[in-house]
């Protein structure tokens, strides 16, 4: 584990690892890697707009539980890119298979249930 935050801060100690990959993949690596980014960076920005110009709810601190929820799920967006990143960077140089992930899939069920979320309060608030 702590090998693998030092590899995040340290790509370089990663290429004495195996062989050097082809650079289309370590830069299909990284462009994924960045669409990540822009998630996780979306994602905050969703957050602070939401603490910032979303009007009081009807349920109390349901837009301060939003905002919170969106930060949060952009923080821990962008840990796992880079996570991801480093993981699949060095699966690539030992020739192993790349490393599955149910991130995308936990992300669209929290964000599809974020949503859910969001029409009921809509709903409640135009019902009052």
């Not at 082809?22 to 979306?42: C, K, M, P």
């Not at 930060?71 to 699966?91: K, Y």
Request: charged letters at 15%; a positive charge.
């Amino acid at each position: 584990m702590i090998g693998d935050v030092r590899q995040w801060f340290a790509p370089e100690t990663g290429e004495r690892v195996g062989e050097p990959p082809d650079y289309r993949y370590s830069l299909a690596n990284e462009r994924t890697f960045l669409a990540w980014i822009r998630t996780a960076l979306a994602l905050i920005a969703g957050g602070l707009a939401c603490a910032q110009f979303l009007p009081p709810l009807p349920i109390a601190h349901l837009r301060e539980g939003i905002a919170i929820a969106l930060l949060v799920l952009g923080g821990l967006v962008a840990l796992r890119a880079v996570d991801h990143w480093a993981r699949t960077e060095r699966a690539m140089r030992l020739k192993q298979d790349l490393p599955a992930s149910r991130f995308p899939a936990i992300l669209a069920l929290v964000v599809a249930l974020g949503a859910v979320l969001l029409v009921v309060a809509v709903v409640i608030q135009a019902a009052t």
